[in-house]
């Protein structure tokens, strides 16, 4: 079965940095679109970075720009949001996306807490 697993989310303290990590199985990433969206109490979720499949373009949302950096490793399977100089805003829960044509796959999400 298709799963996408998150896994390093936590709390950290503000200007700190956190990688997140999206491990796929029974599918393999390099046909699709990765992105990374998250959702903070009552927000809307937000599209935060996307990146193609070759990884030769990436997006990301204004209020990241310049602080979070996604990669994909097609060998591995995996996808990454490095998180630098965090801010108490970037508290929410962050969610991996994976997208092609109809398909349209999330991980299960992953709290990141940014508050001294």
């Known amino acids: 079965q298709v799963q996408l697993v998150e896994s390093g989310g936590g709390l950290v303290q503000p200007g700190g940095s956190l990688r997140l990590s999206c491990a796929a199985s029974?599918?393999?990433?390099?046909?699709?679109?990765m992105n990374w969206y998250r959702q903070a109490p009552g927000k809307e979720r937000e599209l935060v970075a996307s990146?193609?499949?070759?990884?030769?373009?990436?997006n990301y949302a204004d209020s990241v720009k310049g602080r979070f950096t996604i990669s994909r490793n097609n060998a591995e399977n995996t996808v990454y949001l490095q998180m630098n100089s965090l801010k108490p805003e970037d508290t929410a829960v962050y969610y991996c996306?994976?997208?092609?044509?109809?398909?349209?796959?999330w991980g299960q999400g992953t709290q990141v807490t940014v508050s001294s």
């Open positions: 996306n994976a997208r092609m044509w109809g398909s349209n796959y």
């Open positions: 029974g599918f393999t990433i390099n046909t699709y679109s």
């Open positions: 990146i193609t499949r070759t990884g030769d373009f990436t």
